[in-house]
């Protein structure tokens, strides 16, 4: 049976891969700065075949990607979401360019600094975060309060956090048990302020948090606050073959 291609508006496959908004690529394309390859098209209906036509904007190649994924160091201050009225979003933070799809994988707090993945690959943010798989994910905490044996014991029973709803068991490390506490928290599900509200239960407050890993996948330790980069293939392989 014959392989269909299917072809996509020229000026529509150069918008979503980043290069400008609609209206901006049309006119690019109509000012002559587009090529398909090696031809000068002057019509932003042209039909391309995404992955095989060669299309160039201002002499720089635009390659298709089905998917994009970048490890962000989520800095305090930025929401995890695409958009935000008041906010700077992670998106915000993604100055290169990149497809118009990009959401975050699940939510960190305002204040929650960290890794943060930002994908289009929805199947894979499915599996990442669904309650089922049972994705683990690291955090470093300080806790305002004298963390004890009997919080790592509460933790590893699960912790009653809202009205009637018991957390799965977490694994609770003391780093440094003190007036202010170092802790690594192990938790396999993401409810709303999940960790805040388990220190909250045992009646102690989380002052500082920080996604260390999720999966296999650790935060790179070169990437500074608000820094991110593209995940390499090894990593993008981590994650789906937990
Ligand atoms: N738990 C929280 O309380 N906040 C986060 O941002 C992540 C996990």
């Given at each position: 049976m014959a392989i269909v291609e299917c072809k996509m508006r020229l000026d529509k496959f150069i918008a979503s891969m980043g290069f400008g908004s609609r209206k901006e690529v049309k006119n690019n394309i109509r000012k002559g700065l587009v090529t398909v390859n090696?031809?000068?098209?002057?019509d932003p209906g042209f039909g391309v075949i995404r992955g095989k036509d060669r299309v160039t904007l201002k002499n720089q190649p635009i390659t298709y990607e089905d998917y994009q994924y970048f490890m962000l160091h989520k800095p305090a201050g930025v929401i995890s979401a695409t958009e935000d009225p008041k906010h700077k979003t992670v998106l915000d933070l993604l100055t290169s360019k990149h497809r118009k799809d990009l959401f975050p994988v699940g939510r960190l707090d305002i204040d929650t600094e960290g890794l943060l993945i930002i994908t289009n690959d929805g199947e894979l943010a499915h599996n990442l975060l669904s309650p089922k798989k049972h994705v683990e994910k690291i955090y470093y905490a300080r806790i305002q309060g004298?963390?004890?044996?009997?919080d790592v014991e509460a933790f590893k029973n699960g912790v009653?956090?809202?009205?009637?709803?018991?957390?799965?068991?977490?694994?609770?490390?003391?780093?440094?048990?003190?007036?202010?506490?170092?802790v690594e928290i192990i938790i396999k599900e993401g409810k709303f302020h999940q960790i805040k509200k388990m220190f909250e239960a045992r009646d102690k407050k989380v002052i500082y948090l920080k996604r260390m890993a999720m999966g296999r996948l650790q935060l790179d330790p070169e990437l500074k606050l608000g820094e991110y980069r593209v995940l390499k293939v090894e990593e993008i392989e981590l994650l789906k073959n937990r």
């Open positions: 090696d031809n000068l098209i002057k004298v963390v004890t044996e009997e009653n956090i809202d009205d009637d709803y018991t957390t799965m068991p977490a694994d609770l490390k003391i780093l440094k048990s003190d007036q202010v506490s170092k």
